[in-house]
């Protein structure tokens, strides 16, 4: 089982991330770990200040990715349950993107399926992101950064 959704609204990741675990009672003494990861809009890319960024996704598309993602993790890490909530829409500067979220017995797994779930997401889910610059310009974000 996982929860995967996109938002169109600001959310707070850590909220999200207590919310959760409590609706999950049955999870408690099953996990010894849980890792997650908050991306963030920077104020910043390729040199240049950012004042927004709009996430276009492909309605149903991303939704099936982001759980094959998810999915394919579990084939590799052994893992109790995964939170993947990302925004489309207009986002700000120091709004948050994207939450993942893994629930493990172990923290290698829980490090691990988290990393690996952030990648791949990075790499393989249709996002299309158009910057807007401080006097108004608009371009599309061509390619991600290698995380480093």
């Not at 492909?58 to 998810?70: C, F, N, S």
Request: aromatic residues 12%; negative net charge; charged residues 25%.
């Amino acid at each position: 089982m996982a929860s995967i959704e996109l938002r169109d609204a600001p959310f707070l990741p850590y909220r999200e991330l207590e919310a959760f675990q409590a609706a999950l009672p049955e999870l408690a003494g099953r996990y010894g770990a849980t890792a997650s990861f908050v991306g963030s809009l920077r104020d910043f890319n390729e040199g240049e200040a950012v004042s927004g960024m709009f996430l276009e996704h492909y309605p149903g598309m991303t939704e099936r990715r982001l759980a094959d993602i998810v999915d394919q993790a579990r084939e590799h890490w052994p893992f109790l349950e995964a939170l993947v909530i990302h925004r489309i829409g207009q986002i700000r500067p120091h709004e948050a993107i994207v939450l993942v979220a893994i629930w493990s017995a172990h923290r290698g797994a829980a490090f691990d399926a988290c990393r690996w779930i952030m990648e791949e997401l990075k790499n393989s889910a249709p996002f299309w992101k158009k910057e807007t610059l401080p006097e108004g310009e608009q371009r599309w974000v061509q390619h991600n950064t290698d995380g480093y």
